[in-house]
């Protein structure tokens, strides 16, 4: 089954507390992409990739980290969580050439920073 | 800078009827994607329908269809015979599919739409 995974689905964490969310697409996509959606701000993308080893800035990146060394897999790292990162994550892939642009995301990972 | 605005935050129908969701979008582009997800209480964003705004012809998925209005930067979902399973939050998105972007998806803020019995 054509999916993407993230891990974990909820996480309690205390501030400065490093933490990573993984995620990883079974699709062979080039693309991949980190959203948090918070309510009245809607979906911001933080960070994406348009393929192995090549990681850019979104609109909100700060104290976020990201990484690309497999074409699958694409976590997300923060390194001193503060409560204003407390949101709902989405981790969401595609192929980079052309045939609908079709986004397919995670199921989220609800983060909570005390 | 482009823009997707969904002016409705909340809205309801009855089982069977029929509800249109409204979402208008500013850009200056030519070539670019629209599409519509659905977001149920489950929190996966699906995707519901797509549009390419070289097309005329408005895109149709079963119960789901598009009003693209490219001049009025308009594009309105249509839901008919409403279900049950169709409650959810509806967003908005816009694609440019301009050269030296990241094709990211921008996103309206939503529309909260209940389906009573």
């Known amino acids: 089954e054509a999916q993407v995974t993230q891990n974990p689905r909820y996480l309690i964490t205390v501030t400065g507390k490093k933490l990573t969310v993984t995620c990883s697409q079974n699709?062979?996509?080039?693309?991949m992409s980190w959203y948090r959606q918070d309510p009245g701000l809607g979906l911001r993308q933080i960070y994406y990739s348009m393929n192995v080893e090549v990681t850019d800035k979104g609109d909100v990146p700060e104290g976020y980290k990201v990484s690309r060394k497999e074409k699958r897999n694409f976590p997300l790292i923060l390194e001193s969580p503060s409560p204003n990162q407390t949101s709902l994550y989405f981790c969401?892939?595609?192929?980079?050439?052309?045939?609908?642009?079709?986004?397919?995301f995670g199921p989220g990972t609800r983060l909570t920073v005390t | 800078a482009q823009t997707v605005t969904q002016s409705q935050p909340e809205m309801s129908v009855q089982e069977a009827e029929t509800v249109t969701l409204s979402c208008t979008y500013d850009t200056s582009e030519n070539n670019y994607y629209l599409f519509w997800y659905k977001q149920p209480p489950s929190r996966q964003m699906i995707l519901v329908i797509r549009q390419e705004a070289y097309k005329q012809q408005n895109a149709t998925e079963n119960r789901f269809s598009v009003n693209f209005q490219k001049a009025a930067k308009s594009f309105s979902l249509k839901i008919s015979d409403s279900q049950l399973g169709d409650t959810a939050m509806y967003f908005c998105a816009f694609m440019n599919l301009g050269a030296g972007n990241n094709r990211k998806l921008i996103w309206g803020l939503g529309t909260s739409l209940a389906v009573n019995p």
């Open positions: 969401a892939s595609r192929h980079t050439g052309t045939g609908g642009y079709e986004q397919y």
């Open positions: 699709m062979n996509h080039e693309y």
